[in-house]
């Protein structure tokens, strides 16, 4: 994974927590509907960075996750 993906996402979780995948799915499907797919999948690779951090133990703040 991406190292930037990876901080951004911690900060997902930081500021949202359990909430932080939805948001940036949320985010992902906004951008979409208006029309930039390159931004959107930017926030889908956030999505899956989010994932990947309640499945691993490196996530600094894991109970919000």
Not at 11 to 38: N, Q
Request: net charge neutral; glycine share 6%; with cysteine.
């Amino acid at each position: 994974m991406n190292h930037g993906y990876n901080l951004f996402a911690e900060a997902l979780v930081f500021v949202h927590g359990a909430r932080a995948e939805s948001e940036a799915g949320l985010h992902a499907a906004l951008c979409e509907k208006m029309g930039d797919m390159e931004t959107a999948e930017t926030w889908r690779k956030l999505q899956i960075a989010v994932t990947d951090l309640r499945k691993s133990t490196v996530c600094a703040n894991r109970r919000a996750a």
